[in-house]
């Protein structure tokens, strides 16, 4: 069955950096597009990064633009984000959520149990 | 960017019928997906592509899409359906809905 655990959460100050890991079992990870969605205590969903199952086409939300890098290695099957820069706003769970197709505009069927990151001086 | 809005909260009576909006412009035109969020969990796909359910959702949620509102219906509402239920769409990026917190009572 599917599964997708994430890891490398953690207490970081603020223009640190961390990098989250999703890995990913029970399916053909290089033909699915994979996104992170990140969910502040207390608030709603918030989309973070998306990349296509090629791994070529990638997308991020404005507010993490230029300081945040999605990146998957297909022989791992796992997926990354790198946060770099980060402020308090970025406090969040972290979810790595799998694509329900290669297409460019799938639904979201399996999502991990999340990853908090805290950023605190 | 798109604005998807969700009331932030709906009462309803076990055995009673719950209707959750998510209006946008012209999201008639967009496919609309609606996720659950039970406290301390990871949200769980309930309803894609305006109206599908994915296999092991029950019958009772049902969906629809047209002109600017997405409604998301939840028939003899029970218990374990006490959660919060984000509406999804693509624009030119993916946009969630606020949530509305489904309150059993």
């Known amino acids: 069955h599917v599964q997708l655990v994430e890891s490398g959460g953690g207490v970081v100050q603020p223009g640190g950096s961390l990098r989250l890991s999703c890995e990913a079992s029970g399916f053909s990870f290089s033909d699915y597009g994979m996104s992170w969605v990140r969910q502040a205590r207390g608030k709603g969903l918030e989309w973070v990064a998306l990349i296509r199952n090629d791994g070529k086409n990638k997308e991020y939300a404005d507010p993490v633009k230029g300081r945040f890098t999605i990146s998957r290695d297909k022989s791992k099957k796992t997926l990354f984000l790198q946060l770099n820069s980060l402020k308090a706003d970025d406090t969040a769970v972290y979810f790595c959520?799998?694509?329900?197709?290669?297409?460019?505009?799938?639904?979201?069927?399996?999502w991990g149990q999340g990853t908090l990151v805290t950023v605190t001086p | 960017s798109y604005v998807l809005t969700q009331p932030p909260s709906v009462s309803v009576a076990p055995g009673q019928t719950a209707k959750i909006t998510c209006g946008g412009i012209k999201i008639g035109d967009k496919s609309v997906n609606w996720y659950q969020q039970k406290p301390g969990q990871a949200p769980l796909l309930v309803v894609f592509d305006d109206s599908d359910r994915p296999s092991g959702v029950p019958e009772r949620l049902s969906a629809s899409n047209s002109a600017n509102r997405a409604t998301l219906t939840i028939s003899r509402v029970e218990p374990g359906d006490e959660a919060d239920y984000y509406c999804?769409?693509?624009?030119?990026?993916?946009?969630f809905g606020g949530g509305t917190k489904l309150t059993v009572l």
């Open positions: 959520a799998k694509g329900s197709s290669s297409g460019l505009y799938p639904h979201y069927d399996y």
């Open positions: 999804q769409v693509w624009d030119s990026d993916l946009v």
